[in-house]
């Protein structure tokens, strides 16, 4: 078991302003990170970053305090997250995860990973889908897809090339998004 106090008192001399809790699901987190943001021996002040997949249930993003929040948004469909990633109802789990954000008013960073083959089916459809909040979340595309584990098994057995890039690029400037590198 960590001692809070210890670590509250390593922060406090660093003058620590942020506190990111990166990670897929942060279900397993939230009690850990709600007892120790209770447990603080001062007003901690700073900013909170939430990255989360968005695949969990949607409780989780009506009560969690945080500043910002980092969504990845991998998959146009439901067909290719369950077969790239074995989740369920995928879009209409991240799409509510997102309106629920949406409607707290707290920035949102949108992080999408391009996959190879994937372009149409997945990153069309997501930035098509995400438009009407352009002026409301960031953009950050990620072209640096690296084959591993099973990747062959799913045809993703390469990396993406520049022409998927500039598609997605294009794209979204085309739609009006706000993009971060």
């Known amino acids: 078991m960590i001692d809070l106090n210890c670590l509250w008192d390593h922060l406090r001399p660093h003058k620590y302003n942020i506190l990111f809790s990166g990670g897929g699901s942060p279900i397993p987190s ?12 001062f007003v901690f002040d700073g900013k909170i970053i939430w990255k989360s997949n968005f695949t969990e249930n949607s409780y989780i993003y009506e009560i969690f305090p945080a500043d910002l ?13 369950l077969k790239l990633s074995g989740i369920k109802k995928y879009w209409k789990l991240v799409l509510n995860n997102f309106n629920i954000l949406c409607r707290r008013n707290e920035p949102i960073i949108i992080r999408h990973l391009l996959l190879p083959g994937h372009l149409h089916c997945c990153t069309a459809r997501i930035l098509s889908a995400l438009s009407a909040f352009k002026n409301k979340v960031l953009l950050s595309i990620n072209p640096d897809f690296i084959p591993e584990y099973r990747s062959l098994e799913f045809g993703l057995a390469r990396l993406i090339n520049d022409k998927e ?17």
């Not at 990845?72 to 439901?78: A, M």
């Not at 598609?167 to 998004?177: E, K, N, V």
């Open 30 to 41: 939230v009690h850990s990170i709600m007892h120790f943001l209770n447990e603080a021996p």
């Open 165 to 181: 890039k500039d598609y997605a690029y294009s794209m979204a400037t085309r739609l009006g998004f706000h993009i971060i590198t």
């Open 69 to 81: 929040w980092v969504q990845d948004f991998k998959f146009g469909n439901d067909e290719c997250a």
